[in-house]
C-alpha cells in the first residue's frame, strides 16, 4: 500500500500556535501508529522546499509555523516521526502523472480546488493505473478535505476528477486523526485495534464501544462516574459507559432525551429494554 502526506490540506486554518500545536500533536499520533501497525508500505511526501508555498498558521509559511512552536521538542518529534524515522520518498522522482493534465479536488465547501502537481494528484494519478492497490492520503486536521467517507467512520472521501472528465472520477480514503486510521486499517487491513477483551478485568475505553462513532455520537462536557456522556444525535437519548463492570458485564447505560433510564446496552450498540430501571435517572442540567 502507498500512504501520501496530503500538503494541499495546509491551508492556513489555523489561527494560533497553540491550534497548529495540537494538529501537529495529532498529525505525529497518525504516523506513530502507522509506523507501529503497517508493515508493508510506502510512505511518500512532497520535496521539503515546496512546504514553503503553503500556510499552517494563517500568514504564515508550514515552516514559518514550525519555527513558532514554543515546544521545540514537538517540533523534533515532528521531523523525526514523519520525515526521519519513517523515511518517506518524495513521490517527484517517481512521478507519473502528468503537468499537463487537468486535476480537480472536490472540497467540503462543494467547490473544486485544482490539485495539479501536487500529491493528490500523483495519487489519483496511481490510482488509476492500479485500482487494486491500496492508497490512503493523511491530511492535517480542519481542512477542505473532510467530506464524509460513506463506509468507514471518521474517515474522509476524497474525490479527484481527471481533465473535467466525469468518467475519471477517482476517489481516495483520507484520515486526518489517529481514531481515523484505526477504523481504516480495521476496515481495510482487518487490524482491529479498538476490540475489546472480555477476559479483562477493567472497564473498556469509549473507542472501544459503539460511542466512538462521531457519525451517532457527540461527546458531551458531562461525565457521569467519571466517565463521558454521549448524546445520540437523532434521537437526544443519552449514553455513558458503566465504569462499574468490565469483561463480560461491560456496558453501556441509555436515557431518554428527559433522562429517564431506558436500558442497558452492549458495547456495539443494542439496547436491552428489559434491563430498564425506572429509579436511575440522568441530569445534565
Not at 88 to 117: A, G, M, Q
Amino acid at each position: 500500500m502507498e500512504i501520501f502526506i496530503n500538503e494541499v490540506s495546509l491551508e492556513g486554518q489555523f489561527i494560533t500556535e497553540a491550534e497548529f500545536r495540537d494538529a501537529i500533536k495529532i498529525f505525529n499520533s497518525i504516523f506513530e501508529l502507522i509506523n507501529q501497525k503497517i508493515k508493508d508500505k510506502e510512505l511518500y511526501k512532497e520535496d521539503s522546499k515546496i512546504y514553503a508555498n503553503y500556510e499552517a498558521i494563517k500568514g504564515f509559511s508550514f515552516n514559518a509555523s514550525l519555527n513558532q512552536l514554543k515546544d521545540k521538542s514537538l517540533r523534533t518529534a515532528f521531523i523525526n516521526v514523519v520525515f526521519n524515522k519513517s523515511n518517506p520518498k518524495e513521490w517527484r522522482r517517481e512521478k507519473l502523472h502528468s503537468s499537463e493534465d487537468l486535476f480537480d479536488c472536490l472540497t467540503i465547501d462543494n467547490d473544486y480546488k485544482n490539485v495539479c502537481d501536487t500529491s493528490l494528484a500523483e495519487v489519483a494519478e496511481r490510482k488509476s493505473q492500479n485500482s487494486n492497490k491500496e492508497y490512503l492520503l493523511v491530511n492535517f486536521i480542519n481542512s477542505s478535505f473532510q467530506i464524509t467517507h460513506p463506509d468507514i467512520v471518521n474517515c474522509c472521501l476524497i474525490t479527484v476528477i481527471k481533465n473535467n472528465i466525469e468518467d475519471n472520477e477517482i476517489c481516495i480514503d483520507g484520515v486526518d486523526s489517529k481514531p481515523a486510521l484505526e477504523y481504516w486499517l480495521e476496515n481495510k487491513l482487518n487490524l482491529s485495534l479498538l476490540e475489546y477483551s472480555l477476559d479483562v478485568t477493567e472497564p473498556p475505553r469509549d473507542e472501544q464501544t459503539i460511542l466512538r462513532d462521531t457519525i451517532r455520537f457527540r461527546k458531551t462536557s458531562f461525565r457521569y462516574d467519571g466517565r463521558f456522556v454521549y448524546c445520540e444525535l437523532t434521537t437526544s437519548r443519552y449514553w455513558y459507559l458503566d465504569n462499574l463492570h468490565e469483561g463480560k458485564a461491560a456496558h453501556l447505560e441509555v436515557f431518554d432525551k428527559r433522562g429517564f433510564h431506558i436500558g442497558e446496552a452492549d458495547l456495539q450498540g443494542n439496547i436491552d429494554t428489559a434491563k430498564k430501571d425506572k429509579d436511575k435517572t440522568i441530569d445534565l442540567c
